[in-house]
Structure formats: structure tokens, C-alpha cells
């Protein structure tokens, strides 16, 4: 067993679980170096060539080895954010990464192409940060729900920007919480803060105990860098504007990066995406649409798809956008779970069906 302080790591997140789970780790699985004791670190950022690794200290910039580098090529996996990882330091003062632990929690998307990609590993808490102004947008939230939903993190709610929203209207931003909390259910916190303000702090004082670790999510110009600067009570993260048009922000952050908060708690912020894919099953999706799940029962008919089936108990009482954000995120999710083949076939059924279409517009103008 490599020898740890678990009050020097608990500062970067290190939960009673990880640390059973560290306590268990063989070091002579892995190539060391003989000139200095091994030591357990957390990646705090992920370059191209190299990995940002703390350890409980200070912050070391660090290399894979050979191994590892295969290891994780082998299995299809990625250094992610928030990864506990078993670092040495050679001759030269060069840190090494020789060993990554399998992390206990993980946020996962698909990419473009339908790959996995891990956002971050080990976190506890994921704030769902959204603006009051045009970044107002339930459908987005629910697909950053789905992303969180089957990962085990537990989600909240952040609405910022309250301070612009009650200088409009008095009761715009209570108005906002009920139709998040209408569309999300009461099960999930919902919290709105002006970013900018130490109250955002006391108002997330409960998601932030020593050795706890949250993720910001959300879409860029959102208020995750602001917020976290908040948290932080000092500028680390750059901020920028957001257009007038579309309350849109530039993607000021461009790299995810895990930082260490006064409380005793770590917080990782995250550039906003453009295209976001949650990587969850029929079943997960099922439990995030709980009501839909339940309301199925009532259908007429045991195979209703909630789309123009007659008497559908499903269609009657949920609102109307949220089950069609049901039906596009169950799509992916078939789509994300075929084969080369069948994702072969259903393009070829697609261009035919456009191909039928355009040529019967154009008999139609004849």
C-alpha cells in the first residue's frame, strides 16, 4: 500500500470511498522510479502532451508513461479531469503519470460521430448553470439532466443572472423557478443567484463541504467562469461578454480545469458545447422522464409511442415541448446503440425517403 494523508488529499476531493479504493492499489503493477516515494495526485487539467496533477500542496505539470499511454489505448479510455492518478518524479525533476484509478463516478457525452468522451471524473455534485435572459432554455436543461442522470453525480439547478431578471419584472425570477420545477420535478434543488455576489456562495453553501467536488455545466455566456470566480472570491477564470441578440457568450474558457475553493471543496469549470449528446440508455431516460414512464400505464394501447395513437394518457397531460425532447433524445439513444451496419441501413432508408420527397415536389409543380 503507497502511504497517504487522507486530510492533505481530502482538500482535493478525496472521498472515505476513493480513499478505500486507493488503500488497494498495487505499486509494483507499475513502473517507478526509484529516486522518489510514489505519491497519489488529481489531474486538475489535461493538455495535449501533458497532464496538470496536484498534490494537496502544490501543482506539478506531468507526463504518462509508455504504459499508461497504452493501457488506456487498450481500453478505450481517456485522463479525464477530476481522475486520481499515482504520479513519480524522475532524475531530472520530470512528474510521471504511472498509474490511473478507476474513477467512481463519471460524466459521460457522445461526440459528433457517436464516440464517448468523459467531461470529468469523480464529482459529486454537477451545477446546471443557466441564465434568466435568452439562455432561458428547459429543453437544453433537461438534455444536461440526461447527461448527469445516469452517472450517479447528484444535479442542481443554478439560474443566474437573477439581478437582470428582477429588474425587469418583480416576479420574473419566481416565475422561472416554478417552470423549471414544474418541468423538472421537485426532486431536483433548484437555486437562483446573481453570479456576481457573494450571496451565490451562501445560497450553494450546502453542495460545498470540505472534500466535496462540483463540475459547472451549461452553455458559454451562462455565467460558469463567473460563478466559479465568485466561489473562488478572487478572478481566476476569464469572463467575457455575451452577444445582445441571443445572450450567447464567446467560449472564454476553452479547456476544463478543477480548482481548490476556501470552503475545503473543489469545483471544475467547463467550457460551454455546441452540440450536446448525453450518453444514456432507453432506462435511464426513462427515469429521467419518470412522469412519462408512469403515465405509459394509462395508454390505451401496452405499445403507445405517445406520438398520434388515439386515447394516450401521455399526450394529455405533459406539456407538449418536453415530451417532444423525449422522442429526440430517445432516438439518439437507439441511434447511438446500433451497429455500423444498421446505422448503414437507416442512412440509405433517410436518403431515399428525401430522394421519394423532392421528386414528388417537383411532379407536384409540373
Known sequence: MIDFSFETLRRLGLTPAMAQTLTTVDAAASPLHDNSPPQWMRATAVHRETIDVHDGARQHSARCTTRLTRELKDHDFALAVGDWVLCTEDEHQQWWLAQRVAPLSQIVRR?????????????DTALLVMGLDLDFNLQRLERYLALVGSSGV?????LTKA???QSGTPD???QRMQQVRARVGHHVDVVAVDA????ATKALQPYLGMGQTLVMLGSSGAGKSTLTNSLLGCATQDTGAVRVHDSRGKHTTTARSLHLLP?????IDTPGVRTLRPDVDAEALGHLFED???LADQC??????HQDEPDCAVRVHVNPLRLKNYHKLLRETRRDSMGALERQSQLAQWKSRTKAGRQRRAMERE
Open 263 to 267: 470552503t475545503g471543496a473543489c469545483v
Open 111 to 123: 461526440d459528433a460521430d457517436g464516440g464517448r468522451h468523459t467531461v470529468v471524473s469523480n464529482v
Open 172 to 174: 420574473a425570477v419566481s
Open 300 to 305: 390505451r394501447f401496452r405499445n403507445c409511442s
Open 196 to 199: 456576481r455576489s457573494e450571496a
Open 154 to 158: 447528484l444535479p442542481v439547478v443554478v
Open 292 to 294: 412519462i414512464s408512469t
Open 163 to 165: 439581478d437582470i431578471a
